[in-house]
T-cell receptor, first 114, second 114 residues
Framework: SQELEQSPQSLIVQEGKNLTINCTSS?????LYWYKQKYGEGLIFLMM?????EEKSHEKITAKLDEKKQQSSLHITASQPSHAGIYLC??????????????FGKGTHLIIQP | EADIYQTPRYLVIGTGKKITLECSQT?????MYWYQQDPGMELHLIHY???????EKGDLSSESTVSRIRTEHFPLTLESARPSHTSQYLC?????????????FGPGTRLLVL
């Protein structure tokens, strides 16, 4: 079974609307990373969450990590065409701090309709 | 913005050829990683390195090899390319000792083996 699950797999949202993407881990996270990927390109780092209950924001994107450190949500307010892309969460379960790389979810494909 | 570079960005090559994918970073990071991403699929770690002369295999078995002779350079080599090697290869780096470690990604190399 998948250790890190993202939902939804794809999302079509009208421009200006809010949206939420979820990432659920099968075990307690040491760190949770959110990245954005344009089709066929590399990953752009958005945010990293480590503490239970932590919340971070960057422009119109807010990410939260639950108290149990097993679920994170990414919320976009007033979506814009520039938000379109693939959003990936990456899990670090190792207290050594990602020494062996991250485990990624399958991603959420976000399409913004004008 | 991360200073990590990958060349070539796109490569179309025939079966049996030897290829080297280049990855360089100017951030002085000790840790470097190679991930493989098939279309529509999640990233899988294939190699990583803690520093010069250190190379480790990742979660996903790969016929590729890596070397780390210089801190800033982490090339990936396929001795004899096959169509099954067709994929996107993403290089990343992170600063060792900053737990958790944020990984910064290059733009990727899209490989097509005919």
């Amino acid at each position: 079974s998948q250790e890190l699950e993202q939902s939804p797999q794809s999302l079509i949202v009208q421009e200006g609307k809010n949206l939420t993407i979820n990432c659920t881990s099968s075990k307690t996270l040491y760190g949770l990373y959110w990245y954005k990927q344009k089709y066929g390109e590399g990953l752009i780092f958005l945010m990293m969450l480590q503490k239970g209950g932590e919340e971070k924001s960057h422009e119109k994107i807010t990410a939260k990590l639950d108290e149990k450190k097993q679920q994170s949500s990414l919320h976009i307010t007033a979506s814009q065409p520039s938000h379109a892309g693939i959003y990936l969460c990456g899990a670090d379960w190792d207290s050594g701090g990602g020494a062996d790389g991250l485990t990624f979810g399958k991603g959420t494909h976000l399409i913004i309709q004008p | 913005e991360a200073d990590i570079y990958q060349t070539p960005r796109y490569l179309v090559i025939g079966t049996g050829k030897k290829i080297t994918l280049e990855c360089s970073q100017t951030m002085g990071h000790d840790k470097m990683y190679w991930y493989q991403q098939d279309p529509g699929m999640e990233l899988h770690l294939i190699h990583y390195s803690y520093g010069v002369n250190s190379t480790e295999k990742g979660d996903l078995s790969s016929e590729s090899t890596v070397s780390r002779i210089r801190t800033e350079h982490f090339p990936l080599t396929l001795e004899s390319a096959r169509p099954s090697h067709t994929s996107q290869y993403l290089c990343a780096s992170s600063e060792y000792g900053t737990a958790p470690e944020t990984q910064y990604f290059g733009p990727g190399t899209r490989l097509l083996v005919l």
